[in-house]
């Protein structure tokens, strides 16, 4: 199995506040991948720092083998958990501005996921809902053909029936060529959807296992070993 | 379909298609949905579909035809032994309950001949 994302003891402070603690994360592929803590925990910072938003102060990131820069950036579709969309856009805009973006933007997919997701193209990205914005930004995301899929907070206040829409969508996207890594604090939501788990508190990764592993070994759900593992802090 | 949490799912699926081959849904020989089919319908992810298909493989309950597809076995034998498998378990379980509650072997003869007659 070839290695996706590896990061190597990275560390990052704000002033003087260490928000990464010497993380080590090796993400093979085929695989989905929560990274779960919570709030402050320093989920963001990982997923901004593996898009080259931010610079480690000290480690190394390697994505596919390769040091973050403008190569590694089209290796990696990143949904972000704010509206990163222009005010003026509609839907349909911010397919075009994709796909002028990304020369992995596949136009006949982004269709696809449009009918899927219920998504009206005509819609102005300032005037959706919580639950219609998450879904547009995951059809934006997930039109990209990459090897690593970014998704930070995808199912973050979002009504029950677009999230069952979004997880699907998430096991459809998965090939034995990508990696999906996605970061929530909403533990209960993804027990299903995980391969493998990694605990992040402090800015440090406290605990590591694979989904099946938890069930098996511990007959415990993600989200009793979750508490277990966080109330031993 | 829910699945129960601090169970691995895919036993929980293994479980499934089992009784749908033991009650014979799925008929001896026929071909199962691929892997991608059968994730979307159990909205798992495909990792967790393959791993229940080849421990059903493992078990000799299905047979994968390379770049045919997967088929229920048509081996009788086998398809016996899921069902003396299935049908012990629940006997078992049903057993210690009983037992645990303190009844006796004649008192729960008597309540299942009661129970079947409803």
């Not at chain 1, 090796?26 to 990982?46: D, M, S, V």
């Not at chain 2, 991608?36 to 159990?42: H, I, K, Q, Y």
Request: hydrophobic content about 40%; proline content about 3%.
């Amino acid at each position: 199995m070839s290695v996706i994302l590896s990061v190597k003891s990275g560390t990052k402070k704000f002033g003087r506040k260490l928000v990464l603690d010497s993380v080590d994360i090796e993400l093979p592929t085929g695989r989905i991948t929560g990274l779960l803590g919570p709030n402050g925990a320093g989920k963001t910072t990982i997923l901004n720092t593996v898009m080259g938003l931010y610079r480690l102060d000290s480690g190394e990131i390697h994505i596919c083998g390769e040091a973050i820069g403008y190569k590694s950036k089209r290796l990696i579709s990143y949904l972000p958990d704010t509206n990163h969309l222009f005010s003026w856009m509609r839907v349909s805009d911010a397919i075009h501005y994709y796909s002028d973006m990304f020369p992995d933007f596949d136009a006949v997919r982004a269709k696809e996921l449009c009918t899927l997701l219920e998504i009206d193209e005509r819609s102005r990205t300032q005037s959706l809902s919580k639950g219609e914005l998450e879904r547009v930004l995951i059809m934006l995301a997930f039109s990209r053909k990459v090897r690593l899929y970014l998704l930070d907070e995808p199912l973050g206040g979002i009504d029950p029936l677009s999230r069952k829409k979004i997880i699907k969508t998430i096991f459809a996207q998965l090939d034995s060529e990508s990696t999906i890594l996605i970061s929530t604090h909403l533990v209960k939501d993804v027990e299903t959807l995980l391969d493998d788990v990694l605990f992040l508190n402090k800015g440090k990764v406290i605990f590591a296992d694979s989904a099946d592993h938890i069930r098996e070994d511990r007959g415990q759900s993600i989200e009793d070993c979750y508490m277990e593992v966080f109330e031993n802090v | 379909m829910k699945y129960n949490p601090t169970a691995p799912i895919y036993l929980q699926i293994i479980e499934y298609l089992k009784k749908d081959i033991v009650t014979g849904k799925l008929a001896a020989g026929a071909r199962l949905d691929s892997v991608r089919t059968l994730s979307d319908r159990f909205e798992v992810n495909l990792n967790t579909m393959q791993r229940a298909c080849a421990e059903l493989e493992k078990q000799g309950a299905i047979i994968t035809q390379r770049g045919i597809g997967s088929f229920v076995t048509e081996d009788k034998k086998i398809i016996t032994a899921l069902q003396d498998e299935m049908s012990g378990g629940l006997v078992d379980s049903f057993i210690s309950g009983m037992q645990d509650l303190g009844f006796p072997e004649d008192i729960i003869f008597d309540l299942i001949r009661k129970a079947l007659k409803k």
